[in-house]
């Protein structure tokens, strides 16, 4: 078993280079995004689910100045480093990486996962990231 440690992969070349090795093993690669600030149990429900959509989970957490732009100045309340940690941790992940863009949507134009999952509380007409998952 990896350490979560070991799952997070912070430089985005290197992210990419992962995904194409993957891929060309014939593996099915997901992704998806959020701030996890306060890591519960719905974050968990929605990552196993999100891995049976594929072969490779890899979770995109916004930066501590990304999450603080889109919620506000006392966000987030748990440091970016410890939020990915903490969802490395996670059985169903298998990388984790850090953006600090205000979306995902220059990581999903890098990666082009096979799925982007996002949670139950989002309409496909409100998913901003929408397009680029479908050129992907």
Same mark, same amino acid.
Request: charged share 35%; hydrophobic share 40%; with cysteine.
């Given at each position: ?6 799952? #997070? *992969? ?5 992210? *990419?280079?992962? =995904? %194409? ?7 099915? @690669? =997901? ?8 890591? &519960?149990?719905? &974050?968990?429900? $929605?990552? $196993? !689910? ?5 072969? =490779?989970?890899?979770?995109? @957490?916004?930066?501590? !100045? ?18 990915? !940690? ?6 169903? *992940?298998? $990388?984790?990486? #850090?953006?600090? %863009? ?5 990581? #999903? ?6 799925? &982007?999952?996002?949670?139950?509380? $989002?309409?496909?007409? !409100? ?10």
């Amino acid at each position: 078993m990896r350490r979560p440690e070991e799952k #997070i *992969v912070l430089d985005r070349g290197k992210l *990419v280079e992962i =995904v %194409e090795r993957e891929r060309r093993a014939g593996k099915r @690669i =997901v992704t998806t995004n959020g701030c996890f600030d306060l890591l &519960h149990v719905g &974050h968990v429900r $929605y990552l $196993y !689910e999100a891995k049976r959509l594929g072969d =490779v989970l890899i979770v995109a @957490i916004n930066s501590d !100045e990304s999450v603080r732009r889109i919620k506000g100045p006392l966000r987030p309340i748990i440091p970016q480093e410890e939020r990915a !940690e903490m969802v490395a941790a996670l059985e169903p *992940v298998d $990388y984790v990486t #850090i953006f600090d %863009e205000d979306t995902p949507i220059p990581l #999903i134009k890098a990666i082009r996962p096979d799925f &982007h999952v996002k949670g139950g509380d $989002y309409k496909l007409d !409100e998913m901003i990231e929408r397009e680029a998952v479908e050129e992907a």
